[in-house]
C-alpha cells in the first residue's frame, strides 16, 4: 500500500516536471518553429508546431533588411571590453582591499558596499549628461561607460581574495617578489574560479542591457543587438514570421553560450547570487 | 657607546620600517586607482548629481532652474506617478511569490535523490533565464495576440468561450507581462535554491522521516527554517529586480500589430522604470525625472535595509 502511494507520488512529480518544462519551452518551440514558415501559416489556427512549408526566405528577409552582422559586432566589441575592463579592475582594487593595509581603506569599502543600493535606473539621467557633455551619443563608448566599473565586482574579489592564506603572499613579499608579480602570479591563479563567475556574469550582462542602449544609440553604427532587434520591430511590426527569425538569431549566441558553458552557470549563479 | 650605536640602528631601522610601510601604501593605491577613477565618475558622481538634479527644473537643453521640492511635491499630485508605483507593486506581488514558489517547488523536486533526468530538467528550467529578454519578449507578445495567439487557442480549446484582449486589455495587460515575467526567473530562483538545499546535511531529513514525519512536515520544520537564508536572499534579490523592471513591459507593449505605446494601453503597464524613461528621454523633463529616480532609490534601499536587518549580516553568500 504504502510502496503503491509511493510510487503515485513519485509518478505525479515526473509528471508535474514535464508540464512544467513544456511552458518552459512553448515559447522557444513557438519561435523557432514560426521562424521557418510564410506568413499565413505563422497565422494559422490551430497553429503549426512543426512547419508545413518550411522556408528560409524569413531568414533571407531579415538578414537583407537588417544589418545584423553589425549589431552583432558592437555587441561583441561592448561586451567583451566592458568585461575587460570590470574584471581588471575589479581584480586589483579586490586584492587592494583585501591584502594591504592603507589609510582610508574601510572607509572606501564601506563606500563602494553603499553604492551597491543605488541602483543604475536612479544614475541614467546624469550619466546621459555626462554622455552628452563628452560626446558619447550614438558611440560605443557612449554605450560601454556607464559599465567599465562594477562594485559588485570588486566586492566579490574582495571576497574571494579574503580566502587567500596571507602567509603566502607575505613568503613570496620575504623572498622578494614584487607585488605586481605576487598578484600576477599568486593571486590571480587562485580565484581563477571567481574571475571565470565575473567574467561570464559581466559579458552575458553587458550583452542584455537593453534601457541605456536604448537611451544612448540613435543609429546603426552604435546599436547592439537588443536594441537593433527591437529599432527593426518597429519598423516591421506586423510581420511576425521576420520578427521571430529576427528574435531566433538575436537569442541564438547566448544559447551556444550556455549550453557550452553550462556548468560554470550555473555553478557561478550558485556561488555569487548573480544574476545571468 | 654601545647604547648609542644600538640606537642608531633602531632609528634606521624604523625609517626603513616607516618606509616599508609607505611603499606598501603607495602600492594600494596604485591597486585601487584605475577603479576608484571610475568609481568616482560613474557610480560616485552620478549618484550625487540625480540628488541635486531632482531639485531643478531642466529640460536638457535650456539652462537649469532651482526649484527647491517642488518636483517632489508635483509627484504627489501626478496622478501618473501613483499609477507607475501601483502598477509595479502589482507586478512586485504578483511576480515575486509565484517566481519563489515555482523556484523552490522546483528546487526541491529536482533535489529528490531518486529522480532521473535531473539534469535535462534543470536545463529545460534554465533556458528562459539564458533567452534574450527582447526575443523572449517578442515571442510572448505574440502568443497573447487575442485572435490567432497560442495562449488564447489553448484557453479556447479548455472550453474560455470568450478569451480575454490581453495586450489591448487594459485589465489584462499587466498579467500578460507578468506571465512573461515569472516564465522568465524561475529558472533563476530555482538554481538558487537548489544551492541553498545542497547546504543541508541530508542526515537531518533523514533522522526525521525515521522519527515518522510526514515530507510535508520534514519540509516546514527542517527544510524551509535552514533555507531561510536563501529564501530572504532570493526574495529581496526578485523585489529589486521587479521594482526595476523595464525591458518586458517597454518590449512587449510597444510595436506590433496595434502600434501599442510603451506603457499602454492607456498606462495600465506603466511600470516605474518606464515612467522614469517616459518623463526624461519622451517628455524632455530630465529634474522631474531625476526626483523620481530618487524615489526608485529609497525603495530599493528600504528593502535592501529590510533584508540586512533580517538577516543580522551585512551579506549571505
Keep these: 500500500m504504502s510502496i503503491l502511494r509511493h510510487s503515485i507520488s513519485r509518478g505525479m512529480i515526473y509528471l508535474i516536471l514535464m508540464a512544467g518544462s513544456v511552458g518552459m519551452l512553448l515559447p522557444l518551440v513557438w519561435m523557432t518553429s514560426s521562424a521557418f514558415k510564410p506568413l499565413h501559416e505563422v497565422m494559422r489556427i490551430p497553429p503549426t508546431w512543426i512547419p508545413e512549408e518550411p522556408t528560409l526566405d524569413n531568414f533571407r528577409a531579415v538578414f537583407a533588411q537588417f544589418p545584423f552582422g553589425r549589431y552583432f559586432l558592437n555587441s561583441l566589441i561592448t561586451s567583451s571590453l566592458i568585461t575587460l575592463s570590470v574584471v581588471i579592475t575589479s581584480a586589483m582594487a579586490g586584492y587592494a582591499l583585501a591584502r594591504f593595509h592603507f589609510p582610508g581603506r574601510d572607509f572606501l569599502f564601506v563606500l563602494i558596499l553603499s553604492s551597491l543600493m543605488v541602483p543604475f535606473q536612479t544614475r541614467m539621467i546624469p550619466l546621459y549628461q555626462l554622455a552628452i557633455r563628452f ?115 538575436a ?19 550558485a556561488l555569487t547570487g548573480m544574476k545571468g | 657607546m654601545s647604547s648609542v650605536l644600538s640606537q642608531e640602528a633602531y632609528g634606521r631601522m624604523k625609517t626603513l620600517h616607516l618606509n616599508r610601510r609607505v611603499r606598501m601604501w603607495l602600492w594600494a593605491y596604485g591597486f585601487m586607482a584605475p577603479s576608484l577613477i571610475l568609481f568616482v565618475l560613474i557610480v560616485l558622481y552620478p549618484s550625487i548629481e540625480a540628488l541635486r538634479l531632482s531639485l531643478y527644473r531642466w529640460s536638457l537643453f535650456g539652462s537649469k532652474e532651482f526649484v527647491g521640492l517642488l518636483n517632489y511635491q508635483r509627484m504627489l499630485r501626478d496622478p501618473l506617478f501613483w499609477q507607475s508605483i501601483r ?96 516564465w522568465k526567473q524561475v529558472g533563476y530562483a530555482m538554481v538558487l535554491f537548489l544551492a541553498g538545499l545542497q547546504t543541508i546535511p541530508r542526515e537531518l531529513k533523514e533522522a526525521a522521516e525515521i522519527d515518522g514525519a510526514s515530507p510535508w512536515r520534514t519540509f516546514w520544520h527542517v527544510t524551509l527554517p535552514l533555507l531561510n537564508p536563501t529564501v530572504v536572499f532570493v526574495a529581496v534579490i526578485l ?41 526624461a528621454w519622451k517628455q524632455f523633463d530630465f529634474g522631474y525625472g531625476a526626483a523620481n529616480a530618487i524615489v526608485l532609490l529609497l525603495m530599493i534601499m528600504t528593502v535592501t535595509l529590510i533584508q540586512l536587518r533580517i538577516l543580522q549580516r551585512p551579506f549571505e553568500y
Design chain 1, 251 to 269: 537569442a541564438l549566441p547566448m544559447l551556444v553560450v550556455f549550453f557550452v558553458l553550462q556548468r560554470q552557470i550555473i555553478e557561478g549563479i
Design chain 2, 87 to 182: 502598477v509595479t507593486l502589482i507586478w512586485t506581488i504578483g511576480v515575486v511569490p509565484c517566481v519563489m514558489v515555482l523556484g523552490l517547488a522546483t528546487a526541491l523536486a529536482l533535489n529528490q535523490p531518486w529522480l532521473m533526468g535531473r539534469g535535462v530538467f534543470r536545463t529545460i528550467y534554465f533556458v528562459p533565464v539564458m533567452t534574450s529578454i527582447v526575443a523572449s519578449a517578442f515571442v510572448w507578445r505574440w502568443l497573447f495576440e487575442p485572435t490567432f495567439g497560442v495562449v488564447n487557442w489553448i484557453l479556447r480549446q479548455i472550453g474560455v468561450a470568450d478569451p480575454p484582449g490581453w495586450l489591448a486589455s487594459t485589465t489584462w495587460a499587466l498579467p500578460a507581462l507578468m506571465i512573461a515575467g515569472i
Design chain 2, 239 to 279: 523585489v529589486i529586480n521587479a521594482f526595476r523592471v523595464f525591458s518586458i513591459p517597454y518590449v512587449m507593449t510597444s510595436g506590433g500589430f496595434t502600434y501599442l505605446t510603451p506603457g499602454g494601453p492607456l498606462h495600465s503597464t506603466r511600470v516605474f522604470v518606464l515612467h522614469i524613461y517616459d518623463l
Design chain 1, 135 to 249: 560626446h558619447l551619443q550614438d558611440t560605443l563608448l557612449g554605450v560601454m561607460f556607464p559599465w567599465l566599473v562594477d562594485a559588485f565586482g570588486i566586492f566579490l574579489m574582495r571576497q574571494f581574495m579574503m580566502t587567500i592564506p596571507a602567509d603566502l603572499v607575505d613568503a613570496a613579499r620575504i623572498d622578494g617578489a614584487s607585488e605586481l608579480r605576487i598578484f600576477w602570479t599568486i593571486m590571480l591563479p587562485l580565484v581563477r574560479p571567481a574571475i571565470a563567475a565575473l567574467a561570464i556574469f559581466t559579458f552575458l550582462g553587458s550583452w542584455e542591457e537593453f534601457l541605456w542602449p536604448l537611451i544612448i544609440t540613435s543609429s546603426d553604427v552604435s546599436r547592439t543587438i537588443p536594441v537593433g532587434l527591437q529599432f527593426f520591430s518597429e519598423q516591421y511590426g506586423t510581420n511576425v514570421h521576420w520578427q521571430m527569425a529576427g528574435a531566433l538569431i
